[in-house]
């Protein structure tokens, strides 16, 4: 785990950069709050506020990304008041509590944009409860988090917009269907009811500090699609907690509360959520429970025995939804799974037709943005076969297999990256050779997703490069047909 979030490719530094820049808009949201006078409460609510406008935000394009900052406020600052003014009416609160983690997961099913403003919605009443906000602190709260939004946004936009130089991100579309078919519908429902689990359990454990179960709940639905994932993640979550619990209790809670070294710990804090959030889950959380102890340090209340509370929540969240993705409306695995590797093997298809159409010198074909679409792809496909190469996982067979496709996807990925190398030079030649293999790519593709098996073709070593390439990638996809499918007809997971 230690090795795969150091050694983890960063192309252009892009982790990196991010996490950097999410340093210095936090930072500077902190400041602006404070030179307006705004309380400890205001300053924290905030900092959260600049922390999520700078995570959550992924639109595909730098003024996607800017409309969807400048609606943060707008779903924010109502949830904000509506959670404020409940506090006194314990169910009234937990009953709309239970509804904003509905329509935040229901949201997704509207991509980027709504994944984000479900998220900032959801935060939003996570914090009026985390800081147990009253109606007379909504002014000051307000301006907290439009003037960090703001901040936020001064970095994102102007200081420091680095995906101005950068292609459009290919940011893949949940998979589809209508009514209950649909994995948004059901996750929605999944969500609502594991968070109505972590609510009543949470209580019975402490009445202060419940929304902590409902928060674990939350975060382990976010960015899965199927059982698996979510059971995965829950587990995840729990022993990045366990880790981060341990280290707080090294560092944090000598500090007492300190302002100047626990400002250092946050900072270090924020850059490790930003910089693991791509590669390591259980390392981001471990960063997000030291940032919460930090918390709970400068408002006075932080020791060993509130960790131990954390903890204890967080495993009552997970086992929530565990419990919802087990026993309501299940979404398995391998339907989630097919999914995503049907769509990664069409884009392998466009990507080559493509690049065959820029190699015959069609002005406009450029296989570059399909390129970055199947890096998107490859990585949804690998969240969604997590489960399958746990560790802990007991299907031996079927983890070799997963491995396997794993890896000759991988291998695709190569392939292409090194074909638009090559298309990408004006002075590429074409000749008959270069139609002929990418329309065998494509009728590979073609067959594999239609269920057929794939003709492996024995070719001499090419010296031309697009043609090694067009040929390692026919072979990799020959090969794909195997443990795509069991010999006796089973899928690649299990249901």
């Given at each position: 785990?230690?090795?795969?979030?150091?050694?983890?490719?960063?192309?252009?530094?892009?982790?990196?950069?991010?996490?950097?820049?999410?340093?210095?808009?936090?930072?500077?949201?902190?400041?602006?709050?404070?030179?307006?006078?705004?309380?400890?409460?205001?300053?924290?609510?905030?900092?959260?506020?600049?922390?999520?406008?700078?995570?959550?935000?992924?639109?595909?394009?730098?003024?996607?990304?800017?409309?969807?900052?400048?609606?943060?406020?707008?779903?924010?600052?109502?949830?904000?008041?509506?959670?404020?003014?409940?506090?006194?009416?314990?169910?009234?609160?937990?009953?709309?509590?239970?509804?904003?983690?509905?329509?935040?997961?229901?949201?997704?099913?509207?991509?980027?944009?709504?994944?984000?403003?479900?998220?900032?919605?959801?935060?939003?009443?996570?914090?009026?409860?985390?800081?147990?906000?009253?109606?007379?602190?909504?002014?000051?709260?307000?301006?907290?988090?439009?003037?960090?939004?703001?901040?936020?946004?001064?970095v994102r936009f102007g200081l420091w917009c680095y995906e101005r130089r950068l292609p459009p991100a290919a940011v893949p579309a949940p998979p589809g269907g209508t009514g209950l078919a649909r994995v948004t519908t059901r996750q929605a429902i999944q969500a609502t009811a594991g968070a109505g689990f972590a609510l009543v359990v949470g209580q019975l454990?402490?009445?202060?500090?419940?929304?902590?179960?409902?928060?674990?709940?939350?975060?382990?639905?976010?960015?899965?699609?199927?059982?698996?994932?979510?059971?995965?993640?829950?587990?995840?979550?729990?022993?990045?907690?366990?880790?981060?619990?341990?280290?707080?209790?090294?560092?944090?809670?000598?500090?007492?509360?300190?302002?100047?070294?626990?400002?250092?710990?946050?900072?270090?804090?924020?850059?490790?959520?930003?910089?693991?959030?791509?590669?390591?889950?259980?390392?981001?959380?471990?960063?997000?429970?030291?940032?919460?102890?930090?918390?709970?340090?400068?408002?006075?209340?932080?020791?060993?025995?509130?960790?131990?509370?954390?903890?204890?929540?967080?495993?009552?969240?997970?086992?929530?939804?565990?419990?919802?993705?087990?026993?309501?409306?299940?979404?398995?695995?391998?339907?989630?799974?097919?999914?995503?590797?049907?769509?990664?093997?069409?884009?392998?298809?466009?990507?080559?037709?493509?690049?065959?159409?820029?190699?015959?010198?069609?002005?406009?074909?450029?296989?570059?943005?399909?390129?970055?679409?199947?890096?998107?792809?490859?990585?949804?496909?690998?969240?969604?076969?997590?489960?399958?190469?746990?560790?802990?996982?007991?299907?031996?067979?079927?983890?070799?297999?997963?491995?396997?496709?794993?890896?000759?996807?991988?291998?695709?990925?190569?392939?292409?990256?090194?074909?638009?190398?090559?298309?990408?030079?004006?002075?590429a030649s074409h000749d008959a050779r270069l139609t002929a293999a990418c329309r065998r790519v494509e009728a590979a593709v073609e067959a594999l997703t239609g269920g057929r098996d794939v003709a492996v073709r024995t070719a001499a070593a090419a010296t031309e490069p697009a043609l090694a390439h067009l040929h390692g990638l026919e072979r990799a996809l020959?090969?794909?047909?195997?443990?795509?499918?069991?010999?006796?007809?089973?899928?690649?997971?299990?249901?």
């Amino acid at each position: 785990m230690l090795k795969r979030v150091f050694t983890a490719a960063d192309p252009g530094r892009t982790r990196l950069r991010f996490a950097a820049r999410a340093v210095l808009g936090i930072g500077l949201a902190v400041v602006v709050c404070g030179l307006a006078g705004h309380s400890l409460t205001g300053t924290v609510t905030g900092g959260l506020a600049a922390l999520l406008a700078l995570f959550t935000v992924t639109d595909a394009t730098v003024r996607g990304q800017a409309v969807t900052t400048a609606l943060l406020p707008a779903v924010g600052l109502p949830v904000l008041a509506a959670a404020a003014g409940l506090q006194d009416h314990p169910v009234a609160r937990d009953l709309a509590f239970l509804a904003v983690v509905g329509l935040g997961v229901y949201a997704r099913r509207w991509g980027p944009r709504g994944h984000s403003l479900g998220v900032f919605a959801f935060m939003t009443c996570f914090a009026a409860q985390f800081l147990h906000a009253r109606t007379d602190q909504l002014p000051e709260l307000y301006a907290s988090v439009v003037l960090s939004v703001l901040a936020a946004a001064a970095v994102r936009f102007g200081l420091w917009c680095y995906e101005r130089r950068l292609p459009p991100a290919a940011v893949p579309a949940p998979p589809g269907g209508t009514g209950l078919a649909r994995v948004t519908t059901r996750q929605a429902i999944q969500a609502t009811a594991g968070a109505g689990f972590a609510l009543v359990v949470g209580q019975l454990v402490s009445g202060q500090r419940w929304y902590w179960a409902v928060g674990a709940t939350w975060w382990v639905f976010v960015n899965t699609a199927s059982r698996g994932e979510t059971l995965v993640r829950g587990f995840r979550r729990v022993l990045g907690t366990v880790i981060g619990i341990g280290l707080a209790l090294l560092v944090v809670v000598p500090v007492h509360g300190d302002a100047l070294p626990a400002a250092l710990i946050l900072a270090v804090s924020v850059f490790g959520i930003f910089y693991t959030a791509a590669v390591s889950y259980t390392w981001m959380m471990l960063w997000v429970t030291l940032l919460a102890a930090v918390l709970y340090g400068l408002l006075g209340v932080l020791g060993p025995g509130l960790l131990a509370l954390r903890l204890v929540e967080t495993g009552v969240g997970a086992l929530g939804a565990a419990l919802a993705v087990t026993l309501v409306l299940p979404v398995t695995t391998h339907r989630v799974t097919d999914a995503w590797i049907q769509r990664a093997l069409h884009c392998v298809h466009a990507c080559t037709a493509q690049a065959a159409a820029r190699l015959a010198g069609v002005p406009d074909a450029d296989p570059a943005p399909k390129a970055a679409e199947l890096e998107q792809l490859l990585a949804r496909v690998r969240l969604s076969v997590a489960p399958l190469v746990h560790p802990l996982n007991p299907m031996r067979g079927r983890k070799r297999r997963a491995r396997r496709v794993l890896a000759l996807l991988d291998d695709c990925a190569r392939e292409i990256r090194g074909l638009v190398a090559v298309v990408a030079d004006p002075e590429a030649s074409h000749d008959a050779r270069l139609t002929a293999a990418c329309r065998r790519v494509e009728a590979a593709v073609e067959a594999l997703t239609g269920g057929r098996d794939v003709a492996v073709r024995t070719a001499a070593a090419a010296t031309e490069p697009a043609l090694a390439h067009l040929h390692g990638l026919e072979r990799a996809l020959a090969e794909l047909a195997a443990p795509l499918r069991a010999p006796s007809g089973s899928p690649l997971v299990g249901a």
